[in-house]
């Protein structure tokens, strides 16, 4: 069975794509005066033609034109206007492979190249490793291979092998991330992992699905129930910064992967990615569970507000007669005692004559 292709149809073609706008034509295949000199040493048109399609593209993007392809026809025509040559002699050129290889080998050794090797293919797995811990995303991978290797001034090799390289460093990286989540545990956790995949006395579900499953309403049921989850996760007692042992964007991806298995297939794994996952998922599942919780209480407590403030305006509503007759009963008790004080009269008196205008006045009412 044929390997699986890291990159896509796109991204293939993308990662060595010769550039399109004017502007990067221009900025990358522009022929300074000696690269002129050098070109029209070649002997026919032809040929220099060739030579400097050639030199194009060892520039950029950086690898070497296959014998059977055909160049772009906007880099073929920037070419040939700069040499003053008609662009239909470029298929005289095609005609020799022995031409193009010995051009090749010139255009090495003038732009001080070296091409690609085992020993560079090695190296740049265990570099690209690296990155592969943070990223699963071969087009990540490919690009900072192909920016490496032009660094390097190294001629990039094909697409082929760009994805095989890639492949195996994502292989590694995966690999390291899967010891860096394992190393520190010891066998009890990996049993309180294990644990995780048996089915719960109390129902028909693995203890991870139980640890996962979703908060429900807001009330104080929901709230214990999770807060009970929370105690499971804390009873494993990972090692403590495990969760930083490995790049957040991997973690929350084998999280979600695990988070897709069932109990059985997480069962089947091999025991370094099994327990690997199980962290993963474990670390995820108590974040969400705090998270949840939190939001559960914060839910609970504006439902008590609501239906606090809810019942003190039916209750201002019932009683808002009695209340605006106590509020002017106040302010006409209030009037005569100022007009009492200003007349010196006696304010007792005073308010029982404002008192009778209006209705006997009651002791309670004072």
């Given amino acids: 069975m ?5 990159l896509n149809a796109a991204e293939r073609e993308m990662i060595l794509a010769f550039p399109t706008t004017d502007d990067d034509l221009i900025r990358y295949y522009s022929f300074t005066e000696s690269d002129l000199s050098t070109i029209r040493q070649r002997r026919g048109s032809h040929n220099r033609l060739g030579f400097a399609v050639q030199l194009c593209c060892l520039r950029y993007p950086g690898s070497s034109l296959p014998t059977d392809a055909e160049p772009p026809a906007s880099l073929l025509a920037l070419v040939a206007m700069q040499l003053g ?3 239909s002699i470029w298929q005289q050129y095609a005609q020799r492979a022995e031409t193009r290889r010995e051009h090749l080998i010139e255009l090495q050794a003038w732009l ?4 690609f090797s085992q020993f560079d293919y090695r190296c740049m797995v265990d570099r690209l490793s690296e990155l592969a811990q943070q990223t699963d995303r071969g087009i990540v991978l490919a690009v900072a291979m192909v920016k490496m290797l032009r660094q390097q001034h190294i001629i990039i090799p094909g697409v082929d092998v760009i994805d095989r390289l890639c492949a195996e460093a994502l292989t590694l990286g995966t690999r390291l991330v899967y010891e860096a989540l394992t190393e520190p545990l ?3 956790h990996c049993r309180a992992l294990d644990s995780l995949l048996s089915i719960r ?3 028909k579900v693995s203890s991870l699905a139980w640890l996962r499953q979703s908060p429900g309403p807001p009330n104080a049921k929901h709230i214990l129930a999770h807060i009970s989850r929370l105690e499971v996760i ?6 403590d910064g495990l969760q930083h042992a490995a790049h957040q964007n991997r973690l929350l991806k084998l999280a979600r992967e695990g988070g897709q298995m069932t109990a059985q297939h997480l069962r089947d794994l091999e025991p370094i990615r099994r327990y690997a996952t199980l962290v993963a998922i474990t670390l995820d599942t108590q974040a969400t569970l705090i998270d949840e919780t939190i939001d559960l209480h914060g839910r609970v ?3 008590l507000f609501s239906r606090a403030k809810r019942r003190h305006v039916e209750r201002f509503h019932k009683d808002g007669r009695a ?3 106590k509020v002017r009963l106040y302010s006409r008790i209030g009037r005569a005692l100022l007009q009492a004080k200003q007349t010196g009269t006696d304010p007792f008196a005073a308010i029982e004559a404002d008192q009778c205008r209006c209705r006997p006045i009651r002791h309670c009412d004072l």
């Avoid at 001080?112 to 091409?115: A, H, V």
């Fill in 301 to 303: 407590l504006s439902a």
């Fill in 201 to 203: 006395d109390d129902s």
């Fill in 2 to 6: 044929p390997r699986r292709r890291l």
């Fill in 323 to 325: 209340i605006n007759d």
């Fill in 186 to 188: 010891a066998e009890h």
């Fill in 234 to 239: 804390r009873d494993i007692s990972l090692p």
């Fill in 112 to 115: 001080n190249l070296s091409t």
């Fill in 85 to 87: 040559v008609d662009v």
